[in-house]
C-alpha cells in the first residue's frame, strides 16, 4: 500500500507540471494580438479571433494544451505503429492500417492542397497549416509532456 502511494504522489506530482498553464498573457509570433482563448471554471476554451488563420491557430493551441496525447496515439494508429507503444498485441491492426496506406493517401492529399490553384484548397491548406503551427506552439511552451509520454517512453513527434 505504501508503494501505491508513494506513486501516486509521484505520478501526481509529474502530471501536475505537465498541465498547461491556462492564466496569463501569452504572445505567439504572427498572430493577431487581438487573439485569445477563454477558458471557462471547468477549463473548457472559447477561441476568440479577427482572422480564420488566428482561428485555427488557438484551436491547434487549445488541442495541443488538452490533447496531445490523443493526438499522438491517433497519428500512432493512423500509421501502423501502435506496437510501438502496446507490443505485440497491436500487431494484426498495425498490419491492417499499413495496408490503407492512411499516411501515404494523406500525405498525396497534402501534395494536392499546395499545388492546387483553387482558392478553397489554398483556404484548407491554410487552416491545416495554422492548426499546426498551434499544436507545436503549445508543446514548445510546455513545461513537460503529459505523464502518458514518460510512462511509455514516446516522443511527440
Known amino acids: 500500500n505504501e508503494i501505491l502511494l508513494m506513486l501516486a504522489a509521484i505520478l501526481k506530482g509529474f502530471n501536475t507540471r505537465a498541465l498547461p498553464t491556462y492564466k496569463g498573457n501569452f504572445f505567439a509570433e504572427g498572430v493577431g494580438k487581438d487573439a485569445e482563448i477563454l477558458r471557462d471554471a471547468d477549463g473548457t476554451p472559447t477561441c476568440i479571433a479577427t482572422s480564420e488563420s488566428d482561428l485555427f491557430f488557438l484551436q491547434g493551441v487549445c488541442q495541443g494544451q488538452d490533447r496531445l496525447w490523443q493526438l499522438h496515439i491517433s497519428r500512432m494508429a493512423a500509421s501502423g505503429r501502435l506496437c510501438e507503444i502496446a507490443g505485440e498485441k497491436a500487431f494484426v491492426l498495425d498490419t491492417f492500417v499499413r495496408q490503407l496506406n492512411l499516411i501515404g493517401h494523406a500525405k498525396d492529399d497534402l501534395k494536392g492542397l499546395k499545388e492546387s490553384k483553387d482558392p478553397e484548397a489554398r483556404k484548407a491548406l491554410d487552416m491545416i497549416e495554422n492548426f499546426s503551427k498551434g499544436i507545436n506552439w ?17 516522443k511527440f513527434e
Open 138 to 154: 503549445a508543446v514548445s511552451m510546455a513545461k513537460q509532456l503529459p505523464a502518458e509520454f514518460w510512462l511509455t517512453n514516446q
